[in-house]
């Protein structure tokens, strides 16, 4: 049985102290039927972490290298310093304006799992890919990259993403049935790289325009194991909905 697991991605949102006075609310809300996480902005990281007793607290990215030349980029061992157990890597908005690539994503993806951090590993097609009927194909490309060479028994335990970047923040969230059958394409191509029984046990999150409406649809979907969130992730109301919707 996989553990669903729904995570508010914060982005460039939330000051250190508005992220500890929302975790202190809502982290008493959360139960076990699920994990519940929210990812934070660097800065607030340290302070979330040591909030949070039921909520895990994920990093929004990091860096291969462990130290180095590289201004403004914090490493995996600065996050295990802090004690962070999970982290974002190759989200859309990172792989369109900053960069990431799936070869840089595979890189991140190692380093974490060799500090044992959980990856979390966003995918996901443009519109214009999905309208030309390419979104399979993006999928499967993008998995080969970012799941590159790694051990089956670490991809069991990551976390991936399908965003599709239409979706994300438009408010044109993606039916069940493409999320479904697209979630269904990570795991068929995960079983293709890793085999049948890491398939089983991988968790593949749905994320774009998630909200307390439609969270239980799409958790009722056979390869949909949680939830990637953005906007519907920011105020403590709209939080504990969607924990009081999944339980
Ligand atoms: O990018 C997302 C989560 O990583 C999704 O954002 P929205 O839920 O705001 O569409």
Not at 1 to 26: H, L, S
Not at 46 to 69: R, Y
Not at 75 to 92: A, F, R
Not at 127 to 143: N, S
Request: contains cysteine; aromatic residues 6%; negative net charge.
């Amino acid at each position: 049985m996989r553990k669903p697991i729904i995570v508010g991605n914060w982005k460039m949102n939330k000051t250190i102290a508005e992220a500890v006075e929302f975790i202190n609310a809502v982290d008493p809300f959360c139960h076990d039927g699920a994990t519940y996480g929210v990812a934070t902005s660097f800065l607030a990281l340290n302070d979330a972490n040591k909030a949070a007793k039921n909520l895990i607290v994920a990093a929004e990215n990091c860096h291969f290298e462990d130290n180095g030349a590289f201004t403004g980029e914090v490493s995996v061992p600065m996050l295990e310093e802090i004690g962070v157990k999970y982290c974002i890597i190759g989200h859309s908005e990172r792989r369109q304006m900053f960069g990431d690539t799936d070869e840089t994503v595979n890189k991140k993806a190692k380093r974490l799992i060799k500090a044992d951090i959980t990856p979390i590993v966003c995918i996901g097609e443009t519109e214009a890919q999905f309208d030309a009927g390419e979104t399979e194909k993006v999928i499967r490309d993008q998995l080969t990259g970012s799941l590159a060479d790694l051990c089956p028994k670490c991809v069991e335990n990551l976390v991936i993403a399908y965003e599709p970047i239409w979706a994300i923040g438009t408010g044109k969230s993606a039916t069940k049935e493409i999320a479904q059958n697209c979630c269904h394409i990570v795991r068929d191509q995960v079983a293709k790289m890793y085999g049948d029984e890491c398939a089983s046990k991988v968790r593949v999150q749905y994320g774009g325009s998630v909200k307390p409406e439609n969270i239980k649809e799409y958790m009722a979907m056979e390869d949909i194991d949680g939830a990637l969130i953005g906007g519907a992730s920011l105020k403590v109301d709209s939080f504990k909905e969607l924990i009081e919707k999944t339980r």
